[in-house]
């Protein structure tokens, strides 16, 4: 089964740093565009950034462009998200997504809480 799994999540202040990490395995990494969304409490699902499989073109959502910096390592099969300048409204779960139409996959999430 495909498999994708984040860590890196935690409690930061405004203003803070955090590194996400997601491990992908049993499907082949380099074929899918990966995502980042977010969820926080009594939202829908957001999209936060995206990251292609050639050249790594990125998209962002407009909430955090600027602050956030989504990555891959094809070699590793991992997707990163770098948050940085964290605000109280970044707190979700953050998921990692694979995506190649009409294959969909998503991780279990971890929790990011910005928080004084």
């Known amino acids: 089964q495909v498999q994708l799994v984040e860590s890196g999540g935690g409690l930061v202040q405004p203003g803070g740093s955090l590194r996400l990490s997601c491990e992908a395995s049993r499907f082949t990494f380099n074929s899918y565009a990966m995502s980042w969304y977010r969820q926080a409490p009594g939202k829908e699902r957001e999209l936060v950034a995206r990251i292609t499989t050639a050249d790594g073109m990125t998209n962002y959502a407009d909430s955090v462009k600027g602050r956030f910096t989504i990555s891959r390592d094809n070699a590793k099969s991992t997707l990163y998200l770098l948050l940085n300048s964290l605000k109280p409204e970044d707190t979700a779960v953050y998921y990692c997504?694979?995506?190649?139409?009409?294959?969909?996959?998503w991780g279990q999430g971890t929790q990011v809480t910005v928080s004084s």
């Open positions: 997504n694979a995506n190649r139409p009409p294959y969909n996959y």
